[in-house]
């Protein structure tokens, strides 16, 4: 099982980018998709999360400017974020809940940088 994440980049205050992630391999049932960050120094957070069933949850500081949405056919979660802050400047990670063969594990993707100017 891989997760494949997109979209990350440099943008100004204000500004908007979407990511996206797509999780392919085996995979029998994915319980749930979502966003973390990690910002230098800090520790890895939460951002949005969403389960296959289309519900979702958010990180208070990210609440009414970032959405998160899914694609169940695509095995994709996206990311939209918009009213960037230099303060959303991360590494974000892809996260999923799934079933693979095996036991229901936890999978991450590699990161992309979004990097937020003043």
């Known amino acids: 099982v891989q997760l494949q994440a997109f979209g990350g980049g440099l943008v100004q205050a204000g500004g908007s980018l979407r990511l996206s992630c797509a999780a392919s391999?085996?995979?029998?049932?994915?319980?749930?998709m979502g966003w973390y960050r990690q910002a230098p120094g800090k520790q890895r957070e939460l951002v949005a999360d969403i389960t296959s069933g289309g519900k979702t949850n958010y990180a208070d500081s990210v609440k009414g400017r970032f959405t998160i949405s899914g694609d169940n056919a695509k095995k994709t979660v996206y990311l939209q974020m918009n009213s960037l802050k230099p303060e959303d400047t991360a590494v974000y990670y892809c996260?999923?809940?799934?079933?693979?063969?095996?036991?229901?594990?936890?999978?991450w993707g590699q990161g992309t940088l979004v990097t937020v100017s003043s």
């Open positions: 996260n999923s809940h799934l079933l693979g063969f095996g036991l229901l594990s936890t999978y």
């Open positions: 391999g085996t995979i029998l049932m994915i319980n749930d």
